[in-house]
């Protein structure tokens, strides 16, 4: 099963830098330093075998095998032809930490210089394995070995392991990175692979073999990903054998199923090969790391606030392609659930008329229209809109009363939109324009440098007005003049 989050857009203002690093790190890890191993692994296993040491560890095998193996390991051992004994002994104390400390331990027997030669072969045997930069990182089971804790999180088995985590550390990073800020981010990521190991190592104590990845530490991201973003819905890829989807919810509903996607695979599917057991201690580590960070105010809110928008953005713009797709219905679910939001936003509200409008509700429409009508402008391109969709949606048409005559009067003379308020006082206010309001365009035009648009306001309020005060001063001024 994959369920990858895909919810925050990559743009120059949100790169993760933190999460770069990482997998920087990662690839020339692998790139780099891992570079040859397997062809170093399997020049020791054709030492090894050659070279008799494996010929004098094999009764020592033996040994650890009828004392501490199982009636499976006993069979296997005594079924291995003499001719294969090395390459078998030497794939399993490659991963073996308890069998490689017995081996090392054993008594030697009585021959005279076997125990030197011995001695000289394990020598030789450490100095070709510690050329093997995997080998020597990479984390044992039953054994605590504080440079292999962290280090086996930046190695990986081949070029699909490595790429499947760089995506997900990616997907994640967007996510989690700015929530938290680069330094948090960073202690998180420890947080994760400490604790998958130490999950890991508890599950698998006492037994042999190993594992390497940063899978675990991106396992603990995912899980601080559901708790810090908590009940906000996220967008998510999910697919599980034929069936896949794309879909919003969210993001806490993620951890259960995560969870129980690592216990039962565990459970049931242990011998897969893969680290369930550190992408479970992974998980709950994260979890729990991110709940105490959401608890004690660690978590940039600003960050969400900024992802809402985004979202915003992107519901707005799928709004408008149903609507231009005449998907009325769609169109007016998307902008329900944006007016419920963000309300005041005059976009939304224009877009919400127009979906009436088609839809051929009049009344609606109208309702609709008086709203985005109430709504403060914030520049000269939103007044123009207001502009436009009060002559389409007014014309032919007695025009309502209410305060929104005087409101959009005041709103669109602050914005120095004056042609706008001089066509507004001439079609749509002329039964409650007043003179005070002719008068007042009059002298935001002169102050503004507009001498024939005063001068013509005036005149106007003259011809309307003939017997207001402000006639007498629009005289006065005409006359001035």
């Known amino acids: 099963m994959l ?53 004098l560890e094999w009764p020592a095998y033996q040994r650890f095998v009828a004392t501490q193996g199982d009636a499976a390991e006993q069979e296997a051992a005594t079924e291995v032809p003499a001719e294969a004994r090395g390459t078998y002994l030497f794939h399993q104390r490659l ?13 030697v027997g ?26 020597s990182w990479l984390l044992r089971h039953s054994e605590v070995d504080p440079g292999r804790l962290l280090g086996h999180a930046f190695l990986h088995a081949g070029v699909m392991h490595l790429a499947g985590n760089m995506l997900f550390l990616i997907a994640l990073g967007l996510l989690v990175e700015g929530a938290l800020g680069e330094a948090r981010f960073a202690l998180l990521y420890l947080v994760g692979i400490l604790g998958s190991a130490a999950f890991s190592l508890a599950w698998h104590w ?18 601080a990903f559901c708790v810090i973003w908590g009940r906000r819905p996220v967008r998510f890829f999910w697919w599980f054998f034929v069936v896949f989807d794309y879909v919003r919810k969210p993001a806490i509903w993620l951890l259960p199923a995560w969870i129980g996607w690592e216990a039962l695979n565990l459970a049931f599917n242990a011998d897969a090969g893969v680290g369930f057991d550190a992408h ?93 009508l109430s709504i403060p402008a914030a520049d000269a391109a939103e007044a123009a809109e207001q502009y436009r969709a009060m002559e389409e949606g007014l ?61 013509t306001a005036l005149e106007r309020l003259v011809a309307r007005f003939p017997h207001a005060p402000e006639a007498g001063k629009a005289r006065f001024l005409l006359e001035a003049e």
């Open 280 to 372: 479970l201690g992974g998980l709950l580590a994260g979890a729990l790391a991110g709940w105490v960070l959401a608890r004690t105010g660690q978590v940039r809110h600003d960050f969400f606030e900024e992802i809402e928008e985004d979202r915003s953005v992107e519901e707005l713009a799928e709004a408008r392609r149903l609507l231009g797709r005449m998907d009325l219905a769609g169109a007016e679910a998307r902008l329900a659930a944006l007016a419920a939001q963000h309300a005041g936003n005059l976009e939304v509200a224009i877009l919400r008329y127009r979906c009436a409008s088609l839809a051929g509700n009049a009344t609606l429409a109208l309702e609709r229209l008086l709203v985005l």
């Open 395 to 455: 014309a032919g048409r007695s025009v309502p009363r209410g305060a929104w005559r005087v409101g959009i009067y005041r709103r669109w003379m602050a914005l120095r939109q004056y042609e706008l308020v001089e066509a507004l006082l001439q079609r749509w206010l002329a039964d409650d324009a007043r003179a005070l309001h002719w008068f007042e365009l009059a002298l935001a035009r002169r102050a503004n440098g507009e001498e024939a648009a005063f001068r």
């Open 206 to 223: 006492g037994d042999g073999g190993g594992g390497l990845g940063a899978s675990g530490a991106i396992a603990a991201l995912m899980g």
């Open 3 to 55: 369920i990858l989050p895909l919810h925050r857009p990559l743009t120059r203002a949100t790169f993760p830098f933190v999460t770069a690093v990482l997998v920087l790190v990662n690839v020339l890890v692998f790139a780099l330093a891992q570079g040859g191993d397997g062809a170093r692994v399997e020049e020791l296993g054709h030492w090894y075998a050659q070279s008799g040491l494996a010929d």
């Open 110 to 135: 009585a021959a005279g210089g076997e125990a030197e030669r011995r001695a000289e072969l394990e020598a030789e045997y450490t100095r070709r394995a510690g050329r093997i930069v995997t080998l």
């Open 95 to 107: 991963m073996d930490v308890r069998l490689e400390a017995a081996l090392r331990a054993a008594p």
